[in-house]
């Protein structure tokens, strides 16, 4: 029975391990969202330079994700519920990598920007940045809790950060339309607000993969709006 109780230790461990590393990610994540607002409103080059920089520590951890849930796999061979904990990790970390990713996209834009004068729209982009920086950190929370009811709130989120960026493609469009010198602002704008919805659409992604961990069904398939640059 030792021998039994030291390997579910040791199981545990390392499950706990994953679930760390996740949280660093996602803690990682919010901040970079968080800092690239920052950086963009006050065009703070400098400060989007780190965020561009330390995007290499969310991506060092997500191998790490992976290197650890692949010898889980290997040498425990879960079930049932600790598999699926598992895998939801694997992809999990695939996915706050990308959302890494949208926020060192945006921080790329700043010094492009800071030559630029601010136009109104840039004020709603903002409090569209705080909703997605809450909503990945949400669902992280919800995924440490293995709270399916949190992932469920986290995906009702996502229908404010889609009407904030109709609002705001609604908005730049406009702008465009009534002076062409405001285009070449106007198009860089439009694409942050569409890295940030495209964060909130993977923090609902990580909410559904957190709902199947914690209750072994698939969350209710969710209606989306139209994108209006699609449509």
Request: aromatic residues 4%.
């Amino acid at each position: 029975m030792a021998s039994s109780g030291h390997t579910i230790k040791a199981f545990d461990d390392e499950l706990d391990q994953l679930r760390g590393s996740i949280a660093q990610m996602g803690g990682l994540a919010e901040e970079a969202i968080k800092e690239a607002m920052r950086a963009l409103v006050q065009r703070d080059t400098e400060a989007a330079a780190r965020v561009v920089e330390n995007d290499k520590k969310i991506d060092a951890l997500e191998a790490e994700v992976e290197r650890t849930a692949v010898q889980i796999i290997a040498l425990r061979a879960p079930m049932a519920d600790d598999l699926r904990d598992v895998v939801a990790a694997l992809k999990i970390a695939g996915v706050v990598e990308r959302i890494g990713d949208y926020a060192k996209n945006i921080a790329k834009r700043v010094p492009v920007l800071e030559q630029m004068g601010k136009i109104a729209p840039l004020a709603l982009l903002p409090e569209m940045g705080r909703i997605a920086g809450e909503m990945v950190g949400n669902v992280l929370n919800a995924f440490a809790a293995r709270d399916a009811q949190a992932a469920l709130a986290v995906c009702e989120r996502d229908e404010a950060l889609d009407n904030f960026y109709n609002s705001i493609f609604r908005t730049l469009l406009t702008f465009m339309m009534e002076n062409p010198n405001n285009i070449t602002q106007a198009t860089h704008l439009l694409f942050i607000a569409k890295n940030l919805e495209r964060v909130g659409d993977h923090a609902t992604n990580v909410a559904e993969m957190v709902y199947f961990a914690a209750t072994g069904e698939k969350m209710a398939e969710r209606s989306k709006g139209a994108d209006p640059a699609e449509g």
